[in-house]
């Protein structure tokens, strides 16, 4: 009794706060290369970085989970895991809520089995390039909480800085574009704003390469359907979705030619990814190849339109749209949460053998395509991030009617065994697949 009136006193309850330890904090500014600049104050890695500037509407940067490899408490809910997200790769992320870093970081490991894949995150560290914020907390507070959001950063040598108006440039942002940006940091602000030329676009280089798995590798190997994944900057979240549901995932690098061992699987997951599209061109050819001759369910990144670069974007939690019938339910409406810069053009009539699955209700953008029933294919594409992670859950169950369809759409001829799979790898000069480790001690 006494504790729990000790605890609901406010005073002392943020007494029991860590703080969030010593914060050289340098002076800082952000610059956009359309003429605007903000100054504050620095935390995290005291150097400066190019990027791509734009905003989350998150609540919170992280997650949390045990930090015991061996305690099976299940996973807390989370808000969003927006930093270790590879899709924000070589990004400068504004948040938009005002206070960000209060609940701290959790260690970053679980165990590796049918429920976990390693990682408590969306990857093992921090993708964006840098972090916007108002006001970074000086102290945090999470019983599963092993550093601050200050440390963190620190640690994987990302900037940040605090002490700017994010709703002004959330405004920005919102009314003339994402826009590229440089952080300053330190010595750095008294040099002038770079120049237009200067601005260093991360859409000129293969994001996806950079955050792709570079070696094959298997989760939940004793699962009674075959998935292979097609990383091409694949949240955790994606991979946790499928081996909860019992699948065995194979998970191969973004430009592994899927057509060689096809046969073996009894379907096709492409994942999110960063940066501009037509650098994953190799992998675009490959799948035309797969969509024209195997007949197995493919869900993932929409294809089949012509896709164009927004103004804006779409980034955020809670997106609203319209769902055109997903494997027996119709005419529903879903929230979702989004980060993609390209979309695809709305044509009349949709190219043969399409038709449109989702459309965002405050741009009508398409969000998603499906194959039509009279195409002779299963094959859903969205825009949106399904597997939540955080956000809203409304889009889930697109893994387990996915998984639905696998099943149901096996073949009867007798299946390959392992084997047969390490001799497929071993051709194409990738060593033999193994159960993915993790090397990152938090």
Known sequence: ???????????????????????????????????????????????????????????????????????????????TESMTDPSYRSQILVFTTPLIGNYGVPCNKVPINSQEVGVVMESEGIQCSAVVV?????????????????????????????????????RLLRDQGTTLGRLAVGADVSAPAPSAEQYWDPSTENLVDQVSTKVPY??????????????????????????????????LPW?????????????????????DPRHSMNAALNLRKTLQEWDKPIIGMAAGLEAYRMTFGNRGHNQPG?????????????????????????????????????INCNDSSVEGIKSTADSGRKVWGVQFHPESAGGPLDTMEMFTDFLAECRAHR????????????????????????????????
């Open 218 to 251: 298997y989760l939940n190997p004793e699962g009674d359907v075959r998935i292979a994944v097609l990383d091409f900057g694949a949240k955790a979240n994606i991979l946790r979705s499928l081996v909860r549901r019992n699948a065995a995932v194979t998970v």
């Open 255 to 275: 430009n592994f030619d899927f057509n060689s061992i096809r046969d073996q699987y009894d379907g096709l997951f492409l994942t999110n990814g960063p940066g």
């Open 134 to 170: 108002a006001d970074v907390a000086e102290k945090f507070s999470h019983h599963a909480a092993v550093e601050s959001l200050a440390s963190w950063c620190r640690r994987f040598n990302v900037p940040g800085i605090t002490g700017v108006d994010t709703r002004e440039i959330t």
């Open 1 to 79: 009794m006494i504790a729990r009136t000790l605890i609901r006193n406010k005073v002392f309850a943020r007494g029991l706060a860590t703080h969030a330890g010593p914060n050289t904090a340098l002076p800082a500014v952000l610059h956009l290369k359309t003429g605007q600049s903000f100054h504050g104050r620095s935390f995290g890695a005291p150097n400066s970085t190019f990027g791509e500037t734009v905003f989350s509407t998150s609540i919170t940067s992280c997650k949390f989970a045990p930090c015991s490899m061996t305690d099976e408490t299940p996973l807390k809910p989370t808000d």
């Open 322 to 358: 319209p769902r055109f019938g997903i494997l027996g339910i119709d005419q529903s409406r879903v929230a979702s949460i989004q980060n993609h810069q390209y979309a695809l053009k709305l044509t009349d009539p949709f190219p043969a053998g399409w038709e449109p699955f989702f």
């Open 411 to 442: 073949l009867t001829l007798p299946r390959t065994t392992p084997a047969d799979l390490t001799s497929s790898f071993n051709e194409k000069g990738y060593t033999t697949p193994r159960l993915q480790q993790i090397s990152v001690t938090a």
